[in-house]
Each structure stands twice: as C-alpha cells, then as structure tokens.
T-cell receptor, first 115, second 113 residues
Framework: EAGVAQSPRYKIIEKRQSVAFWCNPI?????LYWYQQILGQGPKLLIQFQNNGVVDDSQLPKDRFSAERLKGVDSTLKIQPAKLEDSAVYLC?????????????FGPGTRLTVL | KQEVTQIPAALSVPEGENLVLNCSFT??????LQWFRQDPGKGLTSLLLIQSSQREQTSGRLNASLDKSSGRSTLYIAASQPGDSATYLCAVRKQTGANNLFFGTGTRLTVIP
C-alpha cells in the first residue's frame, strides 16, 4: 500500500514570496490533515479536511495561508506572502475517516526555509 | 487547552541500556495516546497507540504505559540499539470532536555504539 506522498521535499524562498505544497493521501482515506512543525517543536495542526470540506482550520493563519482539497483527494497548502517564521516542516497526514479511533498516517514532509 | 510536555528534551545512552522517555499532558479527557518516532528528513512513524481504557501496550522491545488520571505516559525501550536513535514524540487525541492530535515537543535519543 502506497503511503502519503508530498512534494516538494525541500523548498527555499525569499520572504514575501509565495509557495505551494502538494499532498496525495493514502487511497481511500477521507480525512486529510496539514501540520506545521517548527524546529524543536511538535507538529501543530493547521487544517483538517473531511473529503473536500474543512473540519477544523482554527489554527490556520488565514491572512497568509490557504488550503484546498477540491476533489476530496489531493490537497494543496499555499503560503502567500511567506514570512521568516514560516520556516518549518509541513507534514501531511491522512486517515480512513475523522473519528478518534482512526490512526493518522504521515507523509515525509516538506521542509521550507524562508530567507 | 491541552498541553503536552516531554522530558528530557535530549538523551544519550550507550548501546544496550534500557531507557524511559516521559510524556505528561494537562487535560485527562483524552481518547488515546500515541507514541511516534521521527527520523531526520522523514515523517512520523507510529510506534504504539494506547486507548484511554488501557494501561499499557507492548511491541517488541517497546512498552508504553498510560496513567490517565495523573496525565502521564512513559515509553520504555529495552536493550537500546544505535538504530533506535531518533526523535520520539507523544501525542494525545481528544475525547470528542475532530481527530486532532496534540503533540509534545519530543525527546531526541542518541544511542552510542
């Protein structure tokens, strides 16, 4: 079974530029999550999708971050414009559905460096 | 608000030693607790998941315990090996609502050959 795929694996940009990350969840998984992991910290949930609807985006900085999952499969997370403090690893995870019993499976992450 | 703390932040041990990693959480209303391993440049790998009604889970050389009333969990690694070197994260899942995981800051383990 293929795991969660993410691209790119690494990205370096200047502050105020825009960047987009892509995630392809495990086939059949209805729930998709984006986490931000700043160096030395644990991952923090940014947004959770159930199919193509948003379940929780309470910690997403909506003035600069946006995410979509138009067809309920792949998802894109965008930052526009980027700030220095956005430097982090962005992890995508998926689960069969969003109930508490469902284990989340994580992708390898995208490491973003903002200069 | 749920806060998860892991102590120590970093740990170095010689190969073969047994060791314990600690995790504490402030809100005992959890559904389950999960221990993950994170290798540099890679995603998270789930090690053990303990339901709130359970006291411990074992997988090979790993044993995780949960004391929900005191808000504590431990991960015991027996006969440590250099391949165990990684960052270990614990995460708790809320009892209700979305399937959100609240993560600790992790313990970076180095096993010295």
């Amino acid at each position: 079974e293929a795991g969660v795929a993410q691209s790119p694996r690494y990205k370096i940009i200047e502050k105020r530029q825009s960047v987009a990350f892509w995630c392809n969840p495990i086939s059949g998984h209805a729930t998709l999550y984006w986490y931000q992991q700043i160096l030395g910290q644990g991952p923090k949930l940014l947004i959770q999708f159930q199919n193509n609807g948003v379940v929780d985006d309470s910690q997403l900085p909506k003035d600069r971050f946006s995410a979509e999952r138009l067809k309920g499969v792949d998802s894109t997370l965008k930052i526009q414009p980027a700030k220095l403090e956005d430097s982090a690893v962005y992890l995508c995870a998926s689960s069969f559905y969003g109930g508490a019993v469902n284990e989340q499976f994580f992708g390898p992450g995208t490491r973003l460096t903002v200069l | 608000k749920q806060e998860v703390t892991q102590i120590p932040a970093a740990l170095s041990v010689p190969e073969g030693e047994n060791l314990v990693l600690n995790c504490s959480f402030t809100d005992s209303a959890i559904y389950n607790l999960q221990w993950f391993r994170q290798d540099p440049g890679k995603g998270l790998t789930s090690l053990l998941l303990i339901q709130s009604s359970q006291r411990e889970q074992t997988s090979g050389r790993l044993n995780a315990s949960l004391d929900k009333s005191s808000g504590r969990s431990t991960l015991y690694i027996a006969a440590s090996q250099p391949g165990d070197s990684a960052t270990y994260l614990c995460a708790v899942r809320k009892q209700t609502g979305a399937n959100n995981l609240f993560f600790g800051t992790g313990t970076r383990l180095t096993v010295i050959p």
